[in-house]
């Protein structure tokens, strides 16, 4: 397994300066032998000296802030330079380039099933960054495309675990725990990506939705459990309103009621605090005991 090594570059401007400086001295040194009495020997070991002066600049290279330049020489890896600047190294050596910048992207809206196997459709979006340069360039073919099929992979893996709506008290879900969904979802690319050297830095889900061939089924159902979970309030509070309305006759001692007769009164209180429809009073001229 290929580890990240930093590599100690000489300082580019100086190589520079000394080369130009060799390669001038060398070029004069041509011409001053070329003379009436041309010396053969000092010709041949000037011009050898001026072209490796010139091929040695082919060592200077440039990092720019946020980016790295990965050292190869002859198919070995010999390190990485990540500090910015000008540099020069042995020009053998194969430069390879690499950013180190925060990317993201956004996945396709992909359909998979959920725990309790509904088909949904679900999208998400990452943010990510190398961090290891070795093992992004030499464990994986191509990082870039290793990011996003493990990507879509452990998305699909999140969204099998969870279900879209809660169906208990306490249970976690895709629509109602987006948090803890998403830090889920970054564990798992995480997991999967470690090998390429990426760092997730965020994962969210972007679309959350059913599928269409169950969209209108699973509305009605959401719309029954809204109207059951609101007849359940109503009913809590018209239970709530008729227990302080006996207690406070009571306590008051404005009408003392059999059980019989305060079993008819909560019966119509019942009717008219929970009827969906205004109730129509009927008044009682005569005794209640009639």
Known sequence: ???????????????????????????????????????????????????????????????????????????????????????????????????????????????????????????????????????????????EKYVLVQTESALRATASQFAYDAHTTGEESLSTHAAEVSKHLQAAIQDRLSRAGVEVVEARISHLAYAQEIAAAMLQRQQASAIIAARFKIVEGAVGMVENALEMLSAKGIVHLDEERKATMVSNLLVVLCSERSTQPVVNAGSLYN
């Not at 032998?33 to 053969?40: D, F, I, K, L, N």
């Not at 002859?74 to 990485?80: D, E, I, L, P, R």
């Open 1 to 143: 397994m290929y580890r990240e090594k930093q590599f100690s570059a000489f300082n580019g401007l100086v190589m520079l300066i000394v080369l130009l400086t060799v390669a001038v001295l060398a070029f004069l040194t041509i011409i001053s032998a070329a003379g009436p009495e041309p010396r053969t020997g000092v010709i041949v070991l000037a011009v050898i000296v001026l072209l490796v002066s010139l091929f040695c600049l082919g060592g200077l290279f440039i990092v720019n802030p946020n980016e790295a330049k990965v050292l190869v020489l002859f198919g070995k890896y010999v390190g990485t330079v990540k500090h910015d600047g000008f540099f020069f190294a042995n020009p053998f050596l194969v430069k390879r380039r690499l950013s180190l910048r925060v990317r993201n992207f956004e996945t396709a809206k992909l359909k998979v099933n959920d725990i309790h196997a509904n088909p949904i459709e679900i999208g998400a979006i990452v943010v990510w960054k190398v961090v290891e340069t070795a093992e992004a360039l030499f464990e994986v073919d191509n990082y």
